[in-house]
């Protein structure tokens, strides 16, 4: 999937979130937007791979594309790290919430993800579709609709 439907994504899951829980709905977007691209960090021609270049350049070589980044063990281990060094919960959660979201929607392309990495085993969903597909602008708007919906219940709920 594109940056930008995972910036979407992250949204979506962000807000989703917000409404099941009482961490702060602003912290918590902004962390599942970050936690959303963070993923794609051994990937150089993404966004955050543009970004933090030569940190995408050890994470690719070291690992391969949509490998390590996108697996169980480094959610566990950012949540590891993140309740060890940072205690605002609403980041802590988002970043995680976002990763999912990634994982997500990364497992409906056709190259899926390497979810139980270091085992090789190819995880995607039934259906899937290739990055920047029209299909994927078809999830990309769907994600959007919920956002808006989202946003404005979170917004009420604030109000
Ligand atoms: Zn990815």
């Given at each position: 999937m594109?940056?930008n439907t995972?910036?979407?994504?992250?949204?979506?899951?962000?807000?989703?979130?917000?409404?099941v829980s009482n961490?702060?709905?602003?912290v918590?977007?902004?962390?599942?937007?970050?936690?959303?691209?963070?993923?794609d960090?051994c990937?150089?021609?993404s966004?955050?791979?543009r970004t933090?270049?030569?940190?995408?350049?050890?994470?690719?070589?070291v690992?391969?594309?949509?490998?390590?980044?996108?697996?169980?063990?480094f959610l566990?281990?950012?949540?590891?790290v993140?309740?060890?060094?940072i205690?605002?919960?609403?980041?802590?959660?988002g970043v995680?919430i976002?990763?999912v979201?990634?994982?997500v929607l990364?497992?409906?392309?056709k190259?899926?993800?390497?979810?139980?990495?270091p085992?090789?085993i190819?995880?995607?969903?039934?259906l899937?579709t290739r990055?920047?597909?029209k299909?994927?602008?078809?999830?990309a708007t769907?994600?959007?609709?919920?956002?808006v919906?989202l946003?404005?219940?979170t917004i009420?709920?604030?109000?």
């Open positions: 594109t940056g995972h910036i979407i994504g992250g949204i979506a899951a962000g807000l989703a979130f917000a409404q961490y702060d709905p602003i918590l977007v902004g962390s599942s937007i970050a936690g959303a691209l963070l993923p960090i990937h150089g021609g966004k955050i791979g933090f270049r030569i940190t995408s350049k050890i994470v690719n070589k690992f391969g594309h949509r490998s390590f980044t996108h697996s169980l063990l566990f281990l950012m949540a590891i993140m309740n060890t060094y205690s605002n919960e609403s980041i802590t959660a995680l976002g990763m979201s990634h994982y990364d497992m409906a392309t190259n899926g993800i390497k979810l139980l990495f085992l090789k190819t995880v995607r969903l039934p899937t990055t920047g597909s299909v994927e602008n078809v999830v769907v994600l959007t609709i919920c956002s919906y946003a404005y219940q009420m709920h604030l109000l």
